[in-house]
């Protein structure tokens, strides 16, 4: 869908087009949705997690300097354009200021900053395929684009997890880097390496949008607080989510896409137990695996927001994301893994 809403703040001041000022550089940043196979939740206690980068939603962002006037201060406006963008709320907005600060120190940019930065996402919003982190990512690629600074991988991680904690309170990293990744991860720690995937797997994701918003700030403080009164669960549900993901690890490199398929399941009915999914989701889930997917979970944050169910082949991902839609899904998206993959190039 083509842009259907936008909103603007303005950092200090008022919003750009900067009296006695001269439209200058413009700069350009870009950046993508992701989709969490397994360990989400578990990842922000330490285990492993999957994911991989889902390439057709886009976050693009430019940054229009404007140049003259070295007085007053800084002047920097943002616009976010895209479906769901009219409830970008609160905490996405203290997020975008706090990545300009961090931006300006960690540059370093000691003049005076004005700037327009237009921010187009793809990536619809609460779903749990990175909208937040894959702005950052775009409007911080946008800015040292404009102000000519050469940011390293980890700067650049540095200052999308800075305005990550903004919006999610307690984040691992996780959508940080896979928003940037050209290829499946394995995620633990803050780093992130590529996922050997065999020649021989054939597989391709379904990913499909519930249509109902989950917010991760919420469904990360439900989990701790859940921990806190139960620390034994939490041990239970990290030992069991790390065993499962470094399973489906070894199942990916050695070309096992139904013994992965069921890491995805088992997942689901660990992340179910802990009270992250929903009815909806939970029936979406059962319905992929009527419909022959190899398995299926939840993705992402929770409390509603997507799934990810795994297909043999492009005709059995078809199948699953036509089933998914007449069980309501209000959209799905193909993402081929290994085999599937290289032939889809
Ligand atoms: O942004 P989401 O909804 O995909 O959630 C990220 C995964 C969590 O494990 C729930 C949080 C985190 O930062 O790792």
Same mark, same amino acid.
């Given at each position: 869908?083509?842009?259907?809403?936008? &909103?603007?703040?303005?950092?200090?001041?008022?919003?750009?087009?900067?009296?006695?000022?001269?439209?200058?550089?413009?700069?350009?940043? +870009?950046?993508?949705?992701?989709?969490? /196979?397994?360990?989400?939740?578990?990842?922000?206690?330490?285990?492993?997690?999957?994911?991989?980068?889902?390439?057709?939603?886009?976050?693009?962002?430019?940054?229009?300097?404007?140049?003259? +006037?070295?007085?007053?201060?800084?002047? @920097?406006?943002?616009?976010? %354009?895209?479906?769901?963008?009219?409830?970008?709320?609160?905490?996405?907005?203290?997020?975008?200021?706090?990545?300009?600060?961090?931006?300006?120190?960690?540059?370093?940019? !000691?003049?005076?900053?004005?700037?327009?930065? /237009?921010?187009? $996402?793809?990536?619809?919003?609460?779903?749990?395929?990175?909208?937040?982190?894959? $702005?950052?990512?775009?409007?911080?690629?946008?800015? %040292?684009?404009?102000?000519?600074?050469?940011?390293?991988?980890?700067?650049?991680?540095?200052?999308?997890?800075?305005?990550?904690?903004?919006?999610?309170?307690?984040?691992?990293?996780?959508?940080?880097? *896979?928003?940037?990744?050209?290829?499946?991860? !394995?995620?633990?720690?803050? *780093?992130?390496?590529?996922?050997?995937?065999?020649?021989?797997?054939?597989?391709?994701?379904?990913?499909?949008?519930?249509?109902?918003?989950?917010?991760?700030?919420?469904?990360?403080?439900?989990?701790?607080?859940?921990?806190? +009164?139960?620390?034994? %669960?939490?041990?239970?549900?990290?030992?069991?989510?790390?065993? /499962?993901?470094?399973?489906?690890?070894?199942? /990916?490199?050695?070309?096992?896409?139904?013994?992965?398929?069921? +890491?995805?399941?088992?997942?689901?009915?660990?992340?179910?137990? @802990?009270?992250?999914?929903?009815?909806?989701?939970?029936?979406?889930?059962?319905? %992929? &695996?009527?419909?022959?997917?190899?398995?299926?979970?939840?993705?992402?944050?929770?409390?509603?927001?997507?799934?990810?169910? &795994?297909?043999?082949?492009?005709?059995?991902?078809?199948?699953?994301?036509?089933?998914?839609?007449?069980?309501?899904?209000?959209?799905?998206?193909?993402?081929?893994?290994?085999?599937? *993959?290289?032939?889809?190039?």
């Amino acid at each position: 869908m083509a842009t259907t809403n936008s &909103l603007t703040f303005t950092h200090h001041g008022d919003s750009a087009g900067d009296p006695g000022a001269e439209r200058g550089r413009i700069g350009a940043g +870009r950046a993508h949705g992701k989709a969490i /196979l397994l360990g989400e939740h578990a990842v922000v206690y330490g285990a492993p997690a999957l994911a991989v980068p889902v390439a057709q939603l886009a976050a693009t962002a430019s940054a229009t300097r404007w140049t003259g +006037r070295d007085e007053g201060a800084d002047k @920097i406006s943002f616009a976010i %354009a895209g479906p769901g963008t009219a409830s970008v709320t609160p905490p996405d907005m203290d997020s975008l200021r706090h990545l300009v600060t961090e931006f300006k120190a960690r540059a370093p940019v !000691v003049e005076r900053m004005s700037v327009d930065v /237009l921010i187009d $996402c793809e990536i619809p919003q609460g779903r749990g395929l990175g909208s937040s982190a894959a $702005c950052a990512r775009a409007a911080v690629l946008a800015l %040292a684009d404009v102000f000519d600074r050469r940011l390293d991988a980890e700067a650049v991680f540095d200052l999308v997890q800075a305005s990550e904690k903004v919006v999610h309170g307690r984040a691992s990293g996780i959508d940080a880097l *896979a928003t940037g990744a050209t290829s499946p991860i !394995v995620f633990r720690a803050g *780093a992130a390496r590529e996922l050997p995937i065999a020649a021989r797997f054939d597989g391709v994701l379904v990913i499909a949008d519930s249509g109902v918003g989950g917010s991760t700030r919420d469904a990360v403080e439900l989990v701790r607080r859940r921990f806190e +009164r139960d620390p034994a %669960a939490r041990e239970t549900f990290v030992y069991r989510v790390s065993g /499962l993901t470094r399973a489906a690890v070894r199942d /990916l490199a050695d070309g096992r896409p139904g013994d992965f398929g069921a +890491r995805l399941t088992e997942n689901h009915g660990l992340l179910r137990d @802990i009270g992250i999914s929903t009815d909806q989701i939970d029936g979406l889930v059962e319905a %992929a &695996l009527a419909a022959g997917a190899l398995g299926a979970k939840i993705s992402g944050g929770g409390l509603g927001g997507c799934l990810v169910a &795994l297909a043999g082949d492009h005709r059995g991902a078809a199948a699953v994301a036509r089933r998914l839609c007449e069980a309501g899904a209000v959209r799905t998206w193909v993402v081929p893994v290994g085999r599937s *993959a290289s032939h889809a190039h």
